[in-house]
């Protein structure tokens, strides 16, 4: 499972409310890596209203 610091350190700075698409593709134009890009792409679909938020879903999608 991929660290939720590593999953913060491709969407730093990214602006919340956002839903999954919106983190995929922020991550994607930050160049993260696979694991962080797999992590984010077996989120629920939902909207997320802070990086806690994401956190919980990346745990919870794998």
Not at 37 to 61: C, T
Request: hydrophobic share 35%; aromatic share 8%.
């Amino acid at each position: 499972m991929v660290s939720t610091a590593r999953v913060s350190k491709y969407l730093k700075g990214i602006h919340f409310p956002a839903d999954k698409r919106k983190c995929v593709s922020y991550a994607r134009e930050h160049d993260a890596p696979d694991d962080v890009m797999g992590a984010l792409n077996d989120m629920p679909e939902g909207q997320y209203d802070s990086m806690a938020g994401v956190w919980h879903a990346v745990g919870r999608g794998r």
